[in-house]
């Protein structure tokens, strides 16, 4: 019976000392993965070769007092957008280099965004993740058309709800990226393009490395237009495309490809000509500002003048309100021609400022009459007015008492001036 025995209790014994061995001979304890490296979207793709280098050369005219607040750029970062600030700061540098400040627009919300687009001359959108709701759309679309310019950026790598305000815009991302196998930079999907219909966006460019790129369908025009060996990967369907478009207006630019723009890609080729050339069209006009938009409308060195000295503490109150706006300005006893200008005065002081009462149709006599109404008692009122040309924008605030004039002043810190509006450019106020 013991024989039977032998077989299974050496099989057993071969077993455990063949494990034994092995495990002294391979295992060394547990095991710890390293820490997986932060890369970013950038680093995973190859570094390009260098290129000549870029001079910007930026032209304007600064405004008086060596100030070179010429108008602001509005940046969404409230959208969930899916990019860092160092991506995009070789444009805002050419921004800020062009006289523009810088600002945000950190939460969702219409009213957020209609106080910002107030004051902004342009508005820059990239990536965003939540969706844009009609009525923030509706407030874009709305300073588009008075002359405000919007670049909306997005990129076929990175998620995004662009569509949700380009399309309100003419401008629609397609589901796709574009590749070339035939002719390429350092894989099929950094393709090139030399097709670049004459435009002011396009000026100075020869040749482009797109670096993700995709199609855009626009009601514009395209600016970027790609060769017979270029397709999308939603169609088989060989016709020129453009990662770069116009919207349905000329205030309207949609770029389809985010990475070209970042360092060190925008050194590539004439990659830093097109950021120029945007940061050109981001800054080249000013919107039609209505006084709906103070203090937006009011730019560099602002001069504060006054109808009479007493009434000095409200000028210094003036200031006070434009300076938490970010607007700089002094308490002057003279005007200059080349400064915007706000007017602070008792009806009893109108002759100062008569030129820019007429040109408005504005009359103080007994009464006040404009073009929106007529006969409107002195006594208890208060008149704000904005006179526009093309280089220069003076307020005026003019009041029975200098109580109401205090009264006006408040309102205009507040925003509830609004409320009193009778047209684009005039209110008339009820006041002490």
Known sequence: MWKLLIFPVCAIAFFLVTFLSSYQFF???????????????????????????????????????????????????????????????????????????????????????????RTADAFLVVLPNVPYTPGETDHVVDFVERGGKVLVIADPGRPHRINSLSESLGVAFQPDYLYNVAEHDSNFQEFYVRDFPAHEITAGIN?????????????????????E????????????????????????????????????????????????????????????YQLA??????????????????????????????????????????????????????????????????????????????????GIPLEGSSVLLLHRTGERDVLIILSNTPEGLGEMVNKLDAGTFRAGLADDYAGVYKTE
């Open 27 to 117: 295992y060394r304890g547990g095991y710890s993965p390293p820490v997986a490296p932060e890369i970013y979207f950038e680093e995973i793709m190859a570094i390009p070769a260098p290129a000549e280098d870029f001079t910007d050369q930026p032209v304007f005219s600064a405004n008086p007092l060596g100030s070179t607040n010429r108008g602001t750029l509005l940046v969404d970062t409230g959208h969930r957008n899916a990019f860092s600030t160092r991506e995009i700061s070789t444009l805002l540098n050419r921004v800020h280099a062009r006289g523009y400040d810088v600002e945000y627009v950190s939460q969702p919300g219409a009213t957020l965004l209609s106080e910002g687009l």
């Open 207 to 227: 040749e482009m490395v797109f670096y993700y790129a995709g199609s855009i369908e626009s009601a514009g025009e395209g600016l970027a237009l790609t060769d």
């Open 229 to 288: 060996n270029t397709y999308s990967n939603i169609s088989e369907r060989n016709f020129p495309r453009s990662p770069l478009a116009m919207g349905a207006n000329r205030n309207v630019l949609a770029v389809y490809d985010l990475t070209f723009m970042i360092p060190p890609y925008n050194a590539v080729r004439d990659n830093d000509q097109l950021v120029t050339n945007i940061a050109e069209f981001l800054t080249e006009e000013q919107k039609d």
């Open 293 to 374: 938009d103070f203090p937006g409308f009011l730019k560099g060195g602002v001069d504060i003048l006054l109808g009479r000295p007493d009434l000095f503490d409200l000028g210094a109150e003036m200031r006070q309100v434009l300076l938490e706006s970010g607007v700089s300005s002094e308490v002057r006893g003279s005007e200059n021609a080349s400064r915007d200008t706000v007017f602070l005065g008792l009806y009893e002081d109108h002759a100062a400022v008569a030129r820019y009462l007429d040109s408005t149709g504005v009359r103080i006599d007994e009464t006040l009459s404009a073009p929106f109404s007529t």
